[in-house]
């Protein structure tokens, strides 16, 4: 068996337990999944995913598992619009369903963990999604209210945001162009699945997206960890972040050269597992905050993605050890050539930085925003003024150096207006 994917086995089965399936051909066992949670089954999937429903139904009928409305509903549209999570509320409201079932990829599964709130708790606190944009706000809802919130099994059809396995569902005012967050315990599905072989009609570019959000997961978490860290969790992340990173640099360029390669499409599925798992032990910080101003330019982890290197440089002094793990990899698989063990501070995250967009460029990747398709400098200020958002202000304290809105002109300004260029030396280097 491959080590990498073996080691990647035994990390996600360590953390979901049976409360996750996941790997090749696993589709037909959501029946049996969704009957631990429900009889009533409220069927959420868009049309692109319409074969993986048909099978989804089937299994759920030899489960003994009834679909509510006897129908399919529609999900949400790319970056989870505020709109789509309103109307799969009413869906919720009119069909009382005891257990959810979502179809999709990373904003389908956000907009019904977010529908599911409102649906849940909008009556008594607020019907307004805004209000619950931030950190356990749903808990404390939960809690004071004594209510439950529906159970929701995710059933993930792209290798990407990992939303199947966390507590996050990203939110986009589409008019504003802006994505918000909610960061809770309380909507982690308590079941999912992840059948690979779904991913194999995804196309190129969707699935860079989801590649490159994997390793930011990774990176940004594991570079991001404060002082006081156990040794244990340390170590667990070091070991997700590596096997995240050594399956992404190995397989992704095959999936550029062969999109059918399936053991390419597995490892890219499980790197993005692992992303998920990161991101439930610790927090993103700069690139995942400055995604959030970008929805309307490009997917949210090719946002995160240019981002990465230049956050790198600008924090290159405490995320050292980080670093080096890192550029290991990247020379193992060819992306650097310098000797990182050699190297510091500046200079290692420069190494790191031309690793990475070697990397973005074996995958056809923008390495800059100014690579945008509609970039215009407009954007600068609408970055940095969403990084000043209090609603945000949990990306900039998991920051590797922790920082906050009155800093973020002087240390993240550089960092946004070399990303445009690509230009290094503008960039602050803490500490130095």
């Not at 309103?86 to 009119?94: G, N, Q």
């Not at 257990?99 to 956000?110: L, N, P, Q, Y």
């Not at 005012?173 to 802006?178: E, K, Y």
């Not at 420069?350 to 690793?355: C, L, M, R, S, V």
């Amino acid at each position: 068996m491959n080590e990498l994917f073996d080691q990647s086995r035994k990390l996600l089965s360590y953390w979901k337990g049976d409360k996750y399936i996941f790997g090749r051909n696993v589709l037909p066992q959501a029946g049996e999944l969704v009957s631990r949670h429900g009889k009533k089954a409220l069927v959420i999937c868009n049309a692109s995913h319409i074969k993986a429903a048909d099978t989804v139904s089937g299994s759920l009928e030899k489960a003994g598992v009834s679909i509510s409305g006897n129908t399919i509903f529609p999900g949400a549209g790319p970056n989870a619009p505020r709109g789509d999570v309103y109307r799969i509320e009413t869906y919720i409201l009119h069909h009382k369903p005891d257990v959810i079932v979502v179809i999709g990829g990373g904003s389908a599964i956000d907009a019904c963990k977010a529908s599911n709130l409102l649906a849940c708790l909008g009556g008594d606190f607020s019907a307004d999604i805004d209000y619950w944009f931030g950190t356990g706000k749903v808990s404390e809802a939960l809690k004071s209210s004594g209510k439950k919130l529906l159970p929701v099994v995710a059933i993930q059809t792209s290798a990407s945001s990992g939303a199947h396995l966390t507590k996050y569902s990203n939110i986009t005012d589409m008019a504003a162009g802006q994505k918000k967050l909610i960061v809770d315990n309380a909507i982690v599905p308590p079941a999912a699945l992840f059948d690979y072989d779904l991913t194999k009609t995804m196309p190129v570019p969707v699935t860079v997206d989801g590649i490159l959000d994997s390793v930011a997961h990774c990176f940004e978490v594991f570079s991001g960890l404060p002082m006081n860290t156990s040794c244990e969790k340390y170590n667990l992340l070091a070991e997700i972040s590596e096997v995240c990173m050594e399956l992404v640099f190995q397989y992704a360029p095959k999936i550029i050269r062969d999109p059918g390669d399936m053991e390419a499409r597995k490892a890219i599925g499980m790197a993005s597992d692992l992303g998920g798992y990161a991101i439930m032990e610790g927090g993103t910080h700069g690139p995942h905050m400055n995604s959030f101003s970008l929805v309307n330019l490009t997917g949210h982890g090719t946002a995160c993605g240019i981002m990465n290197p230049y956050y790198a440089i600008l924090f290159a002094p405490v995320i050292d050890i980080q670093l080096k793990y890192a550029c290991r990899i990247l020379k193992k698989y060819g992306f650097t050539s310098g000797d990182p063990d050699k190297l510091k501070n500046r200079d290692l995250g420069i190494e790191f930085a031309n690793g990475m967009i070697a990397f973005y460029k074996k995958l056809n990747a923008p390495a800059a925003l100014g690579e945008l398709p509609g970039w215009n400098d407009s954007y600068v200020d609408k970055i940095l003024t969403a990084a000043k958002d209090p609603q945000l202000e949990m990306k900039l304290k998991n920051m590797p150096y922790g920082l906050d809105a009155s800093r973020v002109d002087e240390y993240l300004g550089p960092v946004v207006r070399a990303a445009v260029s690509g230009d290094f030396s503008l960039i602050k280097t803490l500490g130095m």
